[in-house]
C-alpha cells in the first residue's frame, strides 16, 4: 500500500518550518508554488495568521535581501531606519512598522550602552583616522623618549602581573596565581610549575637525584 502524499496544511506546516519569516523571501504567489496550490489556498490554511503585504513591505524585505546589514542599528554597523528609509523613499515610522510586520528586530531592541557605544565610535574613528593617529604617536615618541620608556615598562610590568588562572605547586600542592609572566617563562625557557623559589630549587634537586 502506497504512502498517502502530505496535504496541503502538512506542506505549508513545514514549508513554514523551514522559513519563519516567509515574507521576506517569498511572495504569496510563490508560497503558493513552493506548496503545489493557489494563493487563495494558502490566504484560506493561514487564517488569520495570513496578513496582507503592502508595497512597502515589499520594498524592506527586498532590500534586507540584498543588504544584509540594514537589519542591525548603526552603531553595531548596520544601517538607521532614516538611512534605509532615505534609500527607499520612504518614512521613518514607516521602515519601522514594515519592520515589525515583517518580523524583523527592532533596531530598539539591540540598544547598546553608553559605555559600548562610546567605545565602538571611538573604534571608528581610529579606523579612518589610523594613519594620522599613528603618524601623532611615533612623533610624540622620539620627542618624549624618557617618557615612552616609562610608559612600556608600566605595560610590561602590567601585563606580566595579569593573572590567567590559578595552578598548583608541583612541590608543595600549594594553589597560586599563575600569571602572564609565570606563562611566559614556563613555554619559553620551560620554568616549573612551582609557588616560590624554594619549591623551584627542590623540584630540580628532585629532578636531578631521578636523573642519576
Request: charged content about 25%; proline content about 4%; hydrophobic content about 35%.
Amino acid at each position: 500500500m502506497t504512502p498517502e502524499a502530505p496535504t496541503a496544511r502538512e506542506r505549508l506546516r513545514e514549508f513554514l518550518r523551514q522559513h519563519p519569516n516567509p515574507c521576506v523571501s517569498f511572495t504569496g504567489q510563490q508560497i503558493a508554488d513552493e506548496i503545489g496550490v493557489s494563493r487563495e489556498r494558502v490566504r484560506q490554511l493561514m487564517g488569520g495568521s495570513y496578513k496582507s503585504v503592502t508595497a512597502s513591505d515589499y520594498l524592506v524585505a527586498l532590500f534586507v535581501r540584498h543588504r544584509p546589514e540594514a537589519q542591525l542599528p548603526k552603531h553595531l554597523g548596520g544601517m538607521s531606519h532614516k538611512e534605509i528609509g532615505k534609500e527607499l523613499g520612504l518614512g521613518t515610522q514607516t521602515i519601522a512598522n514594515a519592520f515589525r510586520r515583517l518580523g524583523l528586530v527592532s533596531h530598539s531592541q539591540l540598544h547598546l550602552g553608553v559605555r559600548e557605544q562610546n567605545r565602538i565610535a571611538c573604534r571608528r574613528y581610529y579606523q579612518s583616522h589610523k594613519e594620522q593617529h599613528n603618524a601623532w604617536v611615533g612623533a610624540w615618541k622620539e620627542a618624549n623618549p624618557e617618557k615612552t620608556r616609562e610608559i612600556d615598562r608600566t605595560a610590561k610590568a602590567k601585563w606580566m602581573g595579569k593573572v590567567l588562572r590559578m595552578e598548583h605547586c608541583i612541590v608543595c600542592g600549594a594553589e597560586f596565581p599563575w600569571t602572564q609572566g609565570r606563562e611566559q617563562g614556563h613555554r619559553v625557557a620551560g620554568r616549573r610549575i612551582v609557588c616560590r623559589p624554594a619549591c623551584g630549587r627542590k623540584a630540580a634537586r628532585q629532578e636531578r637525584a631521578n636523573h642519576d
